[in-house]
């Protein structure tokens, strides 16, 4: 359920308001996914949606960047994804990934569900998400954004604003995207699978990690003992 909303987050170029042809669209989806492979994210940058119908119907998401940190040459980011669901006040899920980029694997996972303390996952659970298809939502990001089919280019009005944004559609799920370049997150609107909308309701800057007590580290799986 997550991974489906996390690929939602489509980083792309910026966008000319004159009509396209459909080759010319076809050359922004281009750009579009090249910028989504080597986007750089800022600190502190936020935005947050809404659900409407579907098994989602009245959850909230916020992303953001919440921090950055070095490891071995490379500037590491923590993105971060926090979920509420009315229906469920003690349900709240804050998911955050250390990454580098949208193209490369995942650092450091930590989790958060309710009011059960913050987990971080174990190395041997890190390198299964990077080996998986599907499972490494940052790079799983980039991979949809390949995937999608170009519509048009389109108004569209949500309740964070009104925006000239491209409508891109997936041909196998149905899921289409309304995405805006000059966005930091750049998703406008989406329909998924299960017929619910998500749509923008705000962005900013000065986001701060939902986090704020210390990760105890979670269980690792079991290993099998050695064959007698």
Known sequence: ?????????????????????????????????????????????????????????????????????????TTYYWYEITIDDPKRPNAKMILQMLVPGLKAGVRTVVMKSGSQPAMKMPPQMIQMINATPGTNMAAEIARQCNEMDVVAWEDVTVPGGHFRALHLKHPHSGQEFWVQPDLEFAMVRATMEDGGVMELTGQGTGAKSSITETPTEMPGLPVAPPPR
């Open 1 to 73: 359920m997550i991974s489906s909303r996390v690929t939602s987050l489509l980083v792309i170029v910026a966008s000319a308001v004159l009509p396209r042809t459909a080759a010319s669209q076809a050359a922004d989806k281009q750009r579009i996914c090249s910028q989504v492979e080597n986007h750089s994210f800022t600190v502190g940058t936020w935005a947050t949606y809404n659900w409407t119908g579907g098994q989602t119907s009245g959850s909230t998401m916020r992303m953001a960047v919440v921090g950055k940190e070095p490891h071995e040459g």
